[in-house]
């Protein structure tokens, strides 16, 4: 694994306070986001290892933002956040992550639109508390779940004139609905407790249940059992049609692309086998098979570095 200092040093942030500013990002995304931290570092070229800590942390504070709390509360928080972001990307910031993330748009340039559309789209986030409908839960994908992913995706994306590029956008969009749909179950328990479920409400109408009686005692472990099972099909299907995703990118990016995927297979076997139990249960993926996974990516890495 590159050096930290090296890897800024390669793409050319060589002013102590831009450095700093980089590496408190740093601090955040190994903080919150530690298992796409490390991926990122061992799978992707070293000079994409700054923006994509930059992107990923801006991403994590807007969403950290906007994510709880009283729904006037979050509009008025994003309001805000909008205003800092688009003077930081045409001024200068005294906020750390909006000088890294500006920072990062010079150098690529392509972020400029995604992150416009990113915070567009984080309005839906900010005022909403539940899905009525696979509708509803599909537009908030469209509007929210990929111009996040777009953030980070953009970087790796192939050219816009090329033939890959909308197929690109298309698997990209098939593996953030299968993302978001397993992120709304391991999360069943605790965004019920918030009154704040990611699964349609039609949904849980269709197998006889409502999300408050997910903190029952002792819920329907039955209709439990098939909501979760009928949502990890829905999962499966998406990532199913994103299996093409590592092989529309440059060879280069495949084995980090191909790690995402991967992972998210992982997570969808966790809960399709713990059914109701995800209610009460850890449902990460095993720690031994993601190891698997970003081993074997990291080795054929590191093959072609060593020739």
């Known amino acids: 694994m590159t050096r930290w200092s090296t890897v800024l040093t390669r793409a050319g942030v060589r002013e102590p306070l831009m450095r700093a500013d ?8 190994r903080r919150f986001e ?4 490390l991926a990122a570092r061992l799978l992707l070229p070293p000079r994409l290892h700054a923006p ?8 994590h504070l807007t969403d950290e ?3 709880a709390g009283e729904v006037s509360a979050r509009q008025q928080a994003l309001h805000a956040w909008d205003r800092q972001v688009t003077q930081a990307l045409e ?5 750390s992550g909006l000088r890294a993330l500006a920072d990062t748009v010079q150098r690529h340039p392509q972020l400029a639109s995604r992150v416009r559309d990113f915070l567009d789209g984080a309005a839906v986030e900010a005022s909403w508390t539940a899905f009525a409908t696979e509708a509803d839960f599909q537009a908030y994908v469209d509007q929210y779940s990929l111009p996040a992913l777009l953030l980070t995706a953009s970087l790796v994306a192939p050219a816009p004139d090329s033939e890959r590029y909308a197929p690109f956008l298309r698997c990209c969009r098939d593996l953030i609905e299968g993302w978001q749909r397993l992120d709304n179950l391991a999360d069943l328990r605790e965004d019920a407790e918030r009154d704040q479920v990611g699964i349609p409400l039609r949904a849980f109408a269709e197998h006889g249940l409502k999300p408050e009686e997910l903190l029952a005692q002792s819920p329907d472990a039955v209709a439990v059992g098939r909501l979760v099972s009928a949502q990890a099909a829905l999962a ?3 990532l199913s049609r994103a299996q093409a995703l590592p092989e529309l990118v440059d060879a280069e990016f495949r084995p980090f692309v191909r790690t995402l995927v991967s992972v998210q297979e992982l997570r969808l076997e966790v809960l399709r086998h713990k059914g109701a139990a995800v209610l009460t249960e850890d449902v990460r993926p095993p720690v031994l098979a993601a190891v698997r996974v970003l081993g074997r990516e990291a080795l054929l890495v590191r093959r072609p570095r060593r020739r």
């Open 91 to 95: 001024e200068r910031s005294d906020n």
């Open 65 to 67: 933002l906007i994510d």
């Open 22 to 29: 980089y590496d408190a990002q740093r601090r955040v995304v």
């Open 236 to 238: 499966g299907d998406a």
């Open 52 to 59: 994509v800590v930059a992107a990923v942390a801006f991403m």
């Open 34 to 37: 530690p298992h796409a931290y």
